[in-house]
């Protein structure tokens, strides 16, 4: 027993129950656990989609502090805010000028913090007029000291074009008196507009910063702001980044990191109140180390390396020894795994199951055994509810992955169709070259350009910006550089010839460069054909640059470029002409970029939308204020509610360089900055709301189909039970009455199953049995005769030897074959048995199924013991030659079992009124049936005997079995030679 289990060491009937009740808990118990298991993965899945969720709107944070953490790009953007809010009341046509300046200071004090506008800090106001004259506004916080002189300076440079040649140079001069030795009118009024500029004003150092807003008569508001140049150290602008940093729900917890080759000489920067000194210190401790960190913290990646927080860190600028890291505190009980509503009800009705069986059988103390049907319909159903939770699980997973990939497929479908709008923005740039390249081709046309007068255009010339604009690009100006003669400015109609001031000082000593490089002859034309201050700056420019770059130049002609200078887009393009071998002319043209870009938007997002008619989208420019609408696409799906976000996304994104995407339960936003359309930004809301209602109806449909599967069970389990079980009801209730003595009843189950044969296999077992009965009484006379003299129902003990016989695993043959073959053989082995018996001198007491039970009686206890042995020994040859006729005639064999027992046998009659029975009982004969049942372990002949009857029998060979309870016959020669 030592080398068995303890389960296998139990009895037969004790592992049998321990078996199936292992097999009930599991049935009951694996379901919940799996339920609990696809809860966890759930609640993985929803913690990593918040992971990237919160990276994403981490990243965009990280980008805008990228974007803002300058003075001056704070100070950009806070001007911006000013101008939207002075810009809608100046629009208002109903709105007075006189109120625009309490609305100017108001806006002023909203838009900029304290911290940007310091002592000294001086803000201007002035109404201008449709002719370009300002008069100073007044209000609370405005300045007016010197706002005459200020107001001329600021209304020339709103419309510079206006301005003739002395009025510019009065300009110029004040502007180098007001602002120091470097800061001309040109600087100021072109690059100085919407900008920060350092300059000299009032005796010290200072910012300067301007800008107007018009209406469509001409008029306007135009504001001048000063601040001293300390305004940049005092703003704490890193400090106020930080602040911006922690996002709008103040989400962030932002920190300043030293880089790893500034971590000596720079320490953490954090907001003051933000991450309690412990907590940094156990994050600097566990994390911030250089070594570590690139290991523990990719940089751009959500992490959870530091308990309790996610964290993402990344480099700010180049200029700049930090990184940002970001910190967003955990909420409790996130990781917490909830039990499904299906499972916390599958909990109620297996633990409501083993609360009522402990109830039933241990407080109650009732039998724990229930019905054959109840146990069949119980296990039928635990049975199918393994499957069914497996595919419910299942099903459940596939419809929420699914739903999960057809939203982050449409999210990357409609960010790649914003790549593929931005991409297609090329054919612009190949249908202005294609406009320049045709008017180049034109014999006629560089005719016209070789002869016409400097700086005035024909009429040939003049159809040429009519062309440019009825191909969608309005010419701003064409250039001529005519070798060794003169550079024509032809500007469009309207604008003034100061136009072309700025970009051609820049491109000048490029197109007049490859000209000199040609040869000395060419190189003197030019020179001589160019003015002093020209050929100073060609020289300037020429001593500057690499001498490659000349060559470089010249093969990118004949190419259209976007050029942009601040908020200004244009397209540009140029090429050469050459004449007898020599070049001749450099043509430029440069138009504007605005209308192309927004009539290629409008058409290509019109297109977009329509085959996605339930996308909101929106196209938005940078313009002075801030962003602008462009285009308008209203969707036609119901229950958008991220519109406004969109556009504070869009506002963010395109002052950066990568997309912003932000993705909630029901729809996603997406801003995407136009890299080949520079100022541009396009904004998408893609709805889920049909995701979301094909992933319901998924699931109804799967709920839908598990209770369809669960009645469809039960019914099949019920209807199952009845087929199974109404048979087996019926031979319990002739079996009842069989017990009763009662053997003339007959099942009477007509079918063509196995059940049809077991009970037709009954009813002639029943039938073999009252023939039994009667041959049993026949044969027992002699324990009639030894009961004689004793009176009526009177019992008495007798000294004798009982003898059990057996057949091993009977059940098991009477189901593995026939019915009919079964009674032929249990017939033929009882018939065979009684006749050993009979002649041994013993009488057959009875027949129990396939069980001999006889008695042998002698002169003495010793002579009955050796009569039984001999007739167990007759038994097992009788069952050996008939084992043998089967085996020949390949019919089934099988094998029994004897047990003899010497004692007292009481001997009586048993029984009701209605029936009584002659039989013997007693110790001796439950001794008998122990005995043959230890038979199975024997090796020899499978007859064990008690010692009492190993000692009545000297000379016969016998070992023990059972610890010596018995003793096996080991040799049947010695018994019957």
């Known amino acids: 027993m030592g080398g068995k289990s303890a389960v296998l060491a139990l009895p037969s009937a004790a592992r049998r129950s321990f078996l199936l009740l292992l097999g009930v808990v599991l049935l009951t118990v694996v379901p919940v656990v799996l339920l609990f298991w696809q809860s966890a993965r759930r609640t993985e899945w929803r913690i990593d989609r918040m992971r990237q969720h919160w990276q994403r709107r981490a990243l965009a944070a990280i980008d805008d502090f990228r974007l803002g953490y300058t003075f001056e790009a704070q100070v950009d953007e806070q001007f911006d805010a000013v101008l939207r809010g002075v810009g809608t009341v100046v629009r208002r046509a109903e709105t007075a000028p006189d109120r625009w300046g309490r609305a100017l200071a108001r806006a002023f004090t909203r838009s900029v913090p304290p911290s940007h506008r310091p002592a000294g800090t001086r803000l201007f106001g002035f109404e201008l007029a449709a002719d370009g004259t300002c008069r100073p506004l007044r209000g609370l916080g405005l300045a007016t000291a010197g706002g005459r002189v200020l107001g001329d300076l600021v209304g020339g440079a709103c419309h510079p074009e206006r301005l003739g040649g002395d009025a510019r140079k009065r300009l110029d001069n004040r502007c180098l008196g007001l602002f120091g030795t470097f800061v001309t009118f040109d600087l100021f009024s072109t690059l100085g507009r919407g900008r920060l500029l350092p300059v000299r004003f009032d005796g010290r150092n200072s910012w300067i910063y301007w800008d107007f807003v018009s209406r469509p008569d001409g008029t306007g508001l135009a504001f001048f702001a000063a601040w001293p140049r300390s305004a940049a150290r005092t703003a704490a602008p890193l400090a106020h980044a930080l602040d911006r940093a922690r996002g709008e729900r103040r989400e962030f917890l932002p920190l300043l990191v030293p880089i790893e080759n500034a971590s000596t000489t720079h320490r953490v920067h954090a907001l003051p109140g933000t991450l309690p000194r412990p907590l940094l210190r156990r994050l600097g401790q566990s994390l911030i180390a250089p070594p570590d960190r690139e290991r523990r913290i990719p940089p751009a990646m959500a992490n959870a390396s530091f308990p309790g927080f996610w964290i993402v860190r990344d480099a700010v600028h180049r200029n700049l020894p930090y990184e940002l890291w970001l910190l967003t505190r955990l909420p409790p009980g996130l990781g917490r795994v909830p039990l499904p509503p299906e499972g916390f009800l599958l909990a109620v009705l297996v633990g409501g199951m083993w609360v009522t069986w402990f109830f039933r059988t241990v407080l109650l103390g009732l039998p724990g055994g229930v019905s054959l049907r109840t146990w069949f319909l119980g296990f039928f159903l635990l049975a199918g509810a393994l499957p069914l939770t497996v595919l419910h699980l299942l099903g459940s997973f596939l419809i929420d992955n699914g739903a999960q990939r057809r939203m982050e497929d449409a999210v990357g479908r409609t960010l790649r169709s914003l790549e593929e709008v931005d991409a297609g923005s090329g054919i612009l740039l190949t249908q202005f070259s294609q406009v320049c390249r045709e008017r180049m081709e034109s014999a006629a046309w560089r005719a016209e350009m070789r002869s016409h007068p400097c700086d005035q255009a024909t009429p040939g010339l003049q159809a040429m910006f009519e062309g440019f604009a009825d191909r969608g690009f309005p010419l701003r100006f064409c250039l001529a550089f005519r070798y060794g003669r003169d550079i024509s400015k032809l500007v469009a109609p309207g604008l003034p010839p100061t136009t072309t001031r700025g970009f051609l000082d820049f491109f000048l000593p490029l197109m007049e460069g490859i000209a000199i490089r040609e040869s000395r002859a060419k190189e003197a034309a030019v020179q001589a054909s160019l003015s002093d201050a020209e050929k100073y700056l060609l020289r300037a420019i020429d001593y500057s640059l690499n001498p490659s770059i000349y060559p470089d130049f010249y093969h990118l002609r004949d190419r259209a470029q976007v050029f942009t200078e601040g908020l200004d887009n244009t397209l540009w393009y140029y090429d050469f002409v050459s004449a007898s071998q020599t070049l001749d002319m450099g043509i430029m043209f440069r138009a504007e970029a605005r209308p192309a870009f927004q009539a290629y938007l409008s058409h290509t997002l019109k297109q977009l939308w329509e085959r996605n008619r339930d996308w909101h989208l929106l196209a938005g420019s940078r313009r002075p204020g801030g962003l602008g609408v462009e285009i308008r696409l209203r969707g036609q799906a119901d229950g958008f509610t991220g519109v406004g976000r969109l556009w504070r996304s869009m506002q963010g994104a395109v002052r950066g360089f990568e997309p912003r995407i932000q993705v909630g339960a029901t729809e996603a936003r997406l ?307």
Not at 728 to 733: I, K, N, Q, V
Not at 901 to 924: C, H, K, N, W
């Open 671 to 977: 801003a995407y900055p136009c890299r080949h359309l520079p100022g541009f930004v396009v904004g998408v809301v893609v709805p889920f709301q049909g995701i979301q209602a094909d992933a319901v109806q998924a699931r109804l449909v799967l709920q839908w189909a598990m209770g369809l599967i669960l009645v469809a069970m039960v019914l099949l389990a019920a209807g199952v039970g009845r087929h199974l079980l109404d048979p087996l009801r019926r031979l319990e209730e002739s079996l009842n009455r069989v017990a009763g003595g009662d053997l003339s009843t007959r099942v009477g189950l007509s079918r063509d199953d196995e059940l049809g044969a077991v009970t037709a296999a009954f009813d002639q077992m029943i039938e073999g049995w009252r023939a039994r009965r009667d041959l049993g009484r026949f044969v027992s006379g002699t324990l009639d005769l030894a009961e004689e003299g004793a009176g009526e129902g009177a019992a008495r003990a007798v000294e004798g030897a009982m003898l059990v016989s057996d057949i091993r695993s009977f059940t098991t043959l009477t189901e593995e074959h026939l019915p009919e073959a079964v009674v032929g053989m249990l017939n033929r082995h009882l018939d065979a048995m009684a006749t050993a018996i009979s002649e041994a001198g013993g009488r057959v007491d009875r027949f129990v199924g396939d069980a001999v039970i006889a008695a042998f009686f002698g002169p003495t206890p010793a002579d009955a013991a050796r009569q039984a042995v001999r007739g167990a020994a007759l038994m097992r040859r009788a069952h050996q030659e008939l084992q043998a006729r089967r085996a020949a005639a390949g019919e089934f064999g099988y094998e029994i079992g004897i047990g003899i027992d010497l004692g007292p046998i009481v001997l009586g009659t048993f029984g009701s009124d209605r029936r009584r029975e002659r039989a013997a009982i007693g110790p001796t004969m439950k001794g008998a049936e122990h005995l043959e049942a230890i038979s199975k372990e024997g090796r020899s002949t499978r007859i064990v005997v008690a010692p009492a009857v190993r000692q009545a029998c000297p000379g016969v060979s016998f070992r023990p079995l059972d610890g010596e309870a018995g003793w096996e016959l080991t040799d049947l020669a010695e018994v019957i030679g």
